[in-house]
């Protein structure tokens, strides 16, 4: 039987999108395109920031509200503007990466790209790990070097982080944790095939669900009408809020703990299997979105 419960489909994209390779299979672009076809609104919701998505973007041929940097960013991808962001305060900034730094890490800082023109601050006293080299080059980000971050002025940063083995990560987490407590989140994003941890510290607003909840706003959808679709730490927020939470097969067992259904994953084609599925029960129903003038802005902050 048809189903109209649901007209917005939020998707992660490492882990859940993409495959092991990081590459967008033909069945998942044709699924996300029949979704689309179908009258369903298709979100991205990654821990990336729009530069490192782009190669993404374009494999998918789908440009909307995306929703970047683990929540801290919506950006309407199509005409190139940010919908809303939260920084981080840039006192707090600095004293994160001055700890990160004097435990001997290069430090990146990301950035509104949009109003500095890059997207990375870097350490540069500090050389950068093979793991971290490998990303910048594959996404073509663009960095600007300073001596130590703990130094830095942070006026657009809107998440720290670096990238080191799981053991150290873990170590760091429970640090930061000490001496920030609640005015940091932060969370640790697994690269199995490196075996390298992305630990990223946000404004503790930041989340996946806060930045779905803006695109939904805009286009009179309910939180009962969303399906939320991930892999990782940074997909709890919205796949436990979600109408439909549904986890990967290749999901954290944290994520698996909370989803209301598992497909496969990705490496059997699990997202493209359900996105057919869903298709093939949905009734297409009008959609009815605000004015773009309510909230979009271009190089000034939209957020609380």
């Known amino acids: 039987m048809p189903d109209a419960r649901y007209r917005m489909i939020c998707i992660d994209l ?11 299979t033909h069945r998942v672009r044709e699924a996300v395109q029949a979704a689309l076809k179908a009258g369903l609104l298709v979100v991205f ?3 990336r920031n729009w530069t490192e998505s782009r190669t993404v973007l374009d494999a998918v041929q789908h440009y909307d509200s995306a929703v970047f940097v683990g929540g801290a960013m919506v950006v309407d991808t199509k005409n190139d503007v940010t919908l809303h962001r939260t920084m981080m305060e840039p006192k707090l900034a600095a004293e994160v990466s001055d700890l990160l730094e004097r435990s001997g890490h290069a430090v990146l800082a990301l950035q509104d790209t949009g109003t500095v023109g890059v997207d990375y601050v870097v350490s540069g006293d500090i050389p950068v790990n093979t793991e971290t080299a490998r990303w910048m080059k594959m996404t073509k980000a663009a960095l600007h070097q300073v001596p130590r971050l703990g130094n ?10 670096i990238v080191a083995e ?11 944790a000490e001496k920030f407590g ?20 946000f404004d503790p607003a930041v989340n996946k669900w806060q930045g779905i909840l803006h695109v ?15 892999d990782d730490l940074n997909d709890l ?15 954290r067992p944290e994520v698996k703990a909370i989803a209301k259904r598992i497909i496969k994953p990705n490496h059997e084609e699990g997202l493209a299997e359900f996105l057919e599925e869903l298709v093939q029960r949905h009734i297409v129903e009008p959609e009815v979105e605000r004015p773009e003038a309510d909230d979009a802005v ?3 902050d939209a957020a609380a």
């Open 14 to 24: 490492d882990g859940t999108l993409l495959s092991p390779t990081g590459t967008v």
């Open 45 to 47: 919701a990654t821990g």
């Open 152 to 161: 830095f002025s942070h006026e657009h940063t809107i998440r720290v982080g």
């Open 166 to 176: 799981p053991s150290e990560t873990l170590r760091l987490q429970q640090a930061l």
């Open 182 to 201: 609640e005015r940091i989140v932060m969370q640790a994003i697994r690269v199995p095939t490196a075996n390298v941890d992305v630990l990223e510290i």
């Open 216 to 230: 939904a706003r805009r286009h009179n959808i309910d939180p009962s009408q969303i399906i939320a679709i991930g």
């Open 237 to 251: 927020a919205m796949i436990k809020n979600a109408g439909l939470g549904v986890a990967m097969g290749n999901a």
């Open 298 to 300: 271009k190089g000034t």
